[in-house]
């Protein structure tokens, strides 16, 4: 199986700063690539979809990049909701495989 | 709104079973996917289990094969999962989740019910 690979595993960043997470495949997926929000005792957020594009209820400041095996996620600039736990997840290849999340906590 | 909501967690000694389901609203049910994907405490997510909408194709991850059955009613917009020969492992929320567009994606998600597996 596809083996995603996060990090950092917590990035601590201040409100309205940049964050950046990095998520690597074990071998390509081209861009068969997800990413989630999840907070607990909430359901988890549909982010990002096709390495690049947003879900139709994310909000701007979230975006992707890559292809093949690495990926990015980029909160421009970061609102108190957005701290969380945040998954790359691959569809390209059974079975579907996450990263092991990276914690977005506040500086 | 659109809500999925799991029930039928609880705690299980190993070896027992359980029976998970999810009611869906507010949403398109029967012409898509519907998926299990659990997150074993301090752990991160981990898909369990998919069905396609009309029943005819159902996946399963190696962890669970054999043990854990997945199934639908489509006229009840209902999700459910038989989980037979629980093992510690298996301790973990257990979220339902509808496959989206493109395939693979899992655009709505319900809370998770915890199941315990304990002695």
């Known amino acids: 199986e596809i083996v995603m690979t996060q990090s950092p595993a917590t990035l601590s960043v201040s409100p309205g700063e940049r964050a950046t997470l990095s998520c690597r495949a074990s071998q390509t997926v081209t861009t068969n690539v997800a990413w989630y929000q999840v907070k607990p005792g909430q359901a988890p957020r549909f982010l990002i979809y096709g390495a690049s594009t947003r879900a139709p209820d994310a909000p701007d400041r979230f975006s992707g990049s890559g292809s093949g095996t690495e990926f990015t996620l980029t909160i421009s600039s970061l609102q108190s909701e957005d701290f969380a736990t945040y998954y790359c997840q691959q569809y390209n290849n059974w079975p579907w495989t996450f990263g092991q999340g990276t914690k977005v906590d506040i500086k | 709104d659109v809500r999925l909501e799991e029930s039928g967690g609880g705690l299980v000694t190993p070896g027992g079973s359980l029976r998970l389901s999810c009611a869906a609203s507010g949403l398109s049910f029967s012409g898509f996917t519907m998926n299990w994907v659990r997150q074993a405490p301090g752990k991160g997510l981990e898909w369990v289990s998919s069905?396609?909408?009309?029943?005819?194709?159902?996946r399963y991850a190696d962890s669970v094969k054999g043990r854990f059955a997945i199934s639908r009613d489509n006229a009840k917009n209902s999700l459910f999962l038989e989980m037979n020969n629980l093992r510690v492992e298996d301790t973990a929320a257990y979220f339902c989740?509808?496959?989206?567009?493109?395939?693979?994606?899992?655009?709505?998600w319900g809370l998770g019910t915890l199941v315990a597996v304990s002695s």
């Open positions: 069905i396609s909408g009309s029943s005819t194709l159902l």
């Open positions: 989740a509808r496959g989206g567009y493109p395939v693979g994606v899992l655009d709505y």
